[in-house]
């Protein structure tokens, strides 16, 4: 299966709520591309819905990196860092956020 169909695939998983089989199939995806940007957020999203927000940042800066102008990237490391009580570093990826401008539009 190539990358697009994982992700695919561990999104229909992520819909059943089959959060651990989610994370299986997507990990598959950016072991094919590690700079899959869909499959990267899926996977923080997934680890955020787990409430492992450790992993829900490890994730989540991996995106960040892959694509530093994505301003989702810091909106969802706001939205973890902030699960987690850390404020401070919440409002810092908020306004990262608001400095990229709009989300890129999708094909």
Not at 24 to 48: F, N, P, S
Not at 64 to 72: I, Q, T
Request: with cysteine; net charge negative.
């Amino acid at each position: 299966m190539d990358k697009e169909d994982l992700y695919l695939q561990g999104m229909e998983l992520f819909a059943e709520d089959d959060l651990d089989g989610a994370i299986r199939t997507l990990e598959q995806a950016v072991e094919q591309d590690e700079k899959y940007g869909d499959a990267l957020h899926a996977l923080a999203m997934c680890h955020y819905h787990k409430k492992d927000y450790v992993k829900a940042v490890q994730w989540g800066k991996r995106l960040a990196e892959a694509e530093p102008d994505n301003p989702l990237a810091y909106t969802s490391l706001s939205m973890f860092y902030n699960a987690q009580g850390l404020i401070a570093k919440a409002e810092e990826m908020g306004a990262k956020a608001g400095a990229q401008g709009p989300p890129p539009e999708s094909d």
